[in-house]
Structures are given as C-alpha cells and as structure tokens.
C-alpha cells in the first residue's frame, strides 16, 4: 500500500498571525486519512515546529542548499532543516527552476544532500505549455526525473516525486484527471525500471488542485495525493483537499 501524501506549499506567503490561525485549523481538522505536511517559508520553521509539535502534521522547507557550509550567502544548509525538524524540503520547484535558472543537476544534488540529512526530498517535475503542445510532456519530466536517479542511485526508491505541468500552476488551468493519470504512469514505470520499487514510491499532483476536483484528482490510480500551492493558504480549503484522500 503506498503512503497517501497532502503537502501544502505556501510559496512567498505568510505571517505570523495567519500562520497561527491555519495550522491551529490544520490541527483542529484531524485525522486525515493522509499524512499531510507544510512547506513553509525558512524564516516560519521554527514556529511551524512549535505550533504543530506533538501532533501527526508534518513540516519542512521549500528548497535547500546543495552546498553543505560555507560562503554561500542567503543559502540554507541541509543541516539548519535538521536542526528545525523538517521531514521535507521541496527540490526543484518549477519557479526555481525558471526563475533562478536551477539546472537538472543541481535539483538531483539537493535531493541528494537531503536524504543525507534524513529530510526527504519532494522532486518537482513537469512541462510548459509549450513543451506540451509540442508533444514533449513525457520527455522533458523522464529527463528531468532521470537525473535525480542518477545522482541518488541505490536511494532513489527514498524520494517523493510530485508532477506539476507548468502551464497549470497558478493559473486556473488543471490538468484533466486522465492527462495527470497519464503522467504519473509514465513516471511510475521510469521509477519501478530504474529502482525496482516505483509500485510502492508516492507521486503527487500539483497544479490548481482545489476542494472541487481534489478527490477525482486523487481517485486516480498512479496519483497518490497532491503538492498544494494557493488552496493550501486557507485552511478550509486545504483541511477539504486533505479529506478528499483515501
């Protein structure tokens, strides 16, 4: 049985007063038949730790460091998420990936330096509009996907993979169920050839999941729960998509 997985990924957004209200919500909205987690902003780790301490909620980072110390300002180590108790860290965000230029490597590199640590990677894959119009979906997210394998080799069965097609991120736009369906079989299949263990490895989906299309998202049979973007802010809305998993 693969582990249902909900994380909410709350991007450049936060305060300390809101943060408060949602994951006391979060916490009040238990038992999820999923394990849920948030990715919160680095300067909100150490409260989000303290809020949800003692309960079965889960946190980590939105990205890490690939160098382990050193003269790397404005980084953050591997070591400084341990410290803070992250069980994940996001790897590869399409955001990093086009806004700061993160090349397949490096996102393969800090999934590496993550499982390192005992922090499981989130490796974040998926095409633009463009790519799929183009008929590339399946080889840009296999060539993405493949470096990460690579550079983990015997601990790749360790990671999370979540899929999320640029084109729908933020914009409104979902991916039908069947085009997501088709997507995490190819991904599923690259996992079980190169690992021997991709039948029991958690896929997410991530892309303008909401409550309203959250179960039939995740009723599907390669998608194993969602990485939440802007739903995953209003705790209504998040603790809903939380439910929708069985």
Not at 10 to 32: D, F, H, Q, V
Not at 179 to 190: E, P, T
Not at 194 to 220: C, E, R, W
């Amino acid at each position: 049985m693969r582990r249902k997985l909900v994380v909410g990924n709350w991007k450049m957004n936060g305060s300390r007063p809101a943060n408060a209200e949602l994951l006391s919500a979060l916490r009040a909205g238990r038992p999820y038949a999923a394990s849920v987690a948030v990715c919160v902003p680095f300067v909100y780790l150490s409260e989000t730790a303290a809020t949800l301490a003692g309960s079965d909620i889960q946190w980590g980072a939105q990205d890490v460091s690939a160098h382990e110390q050193g003269a790397y300002t404005g980084e953050v180590s591997v070591a400084m998420l341990a410290e803070a108790g992250c069980r994940y860290t996001l790897v590869g965000h399409s955001e990093r990936r086009a806004l700061h230029a993160e090349s397949d490597l490096l996102v393969a590199q800090k999934a590496q330096i993550a499982l390192s640590r005992g922090i499981t990677p989130i490796v974040c894959v998926g095409e633009t509009l463009a790519e799929r119009q183009a008929g590339q979906t399946e080889a840009v997210v296999k060539r993405q996907l493949s470096a990460v394998i690579h550079q983990l080799a015997h601990c790749a069965a360790e990671m999370v993979v979540a899929y999320e097609p640029v084109w729908a991120i933020g914009t409104g736009l979902t991916a039908t169920p069947e085009q997501a369906q088709a997507v995490h079989a190819v991904l599923r299949a690259q996992l079980q050839a190169a690992t021997g263990h991709g039948q029991a490895m958690t896929i997410l989906y991530g892309g303008s999941v909401k409550p309203d299309n959250a179960a039939t998202l995740f009723a599907q049979a390669d998608i194993d729960g969602g990485l939440i973007g802007g739903a995953s802010l209003k705790a209504s809305d998040f603790i809903a998509i939380c439910r929708a998993v069985h």
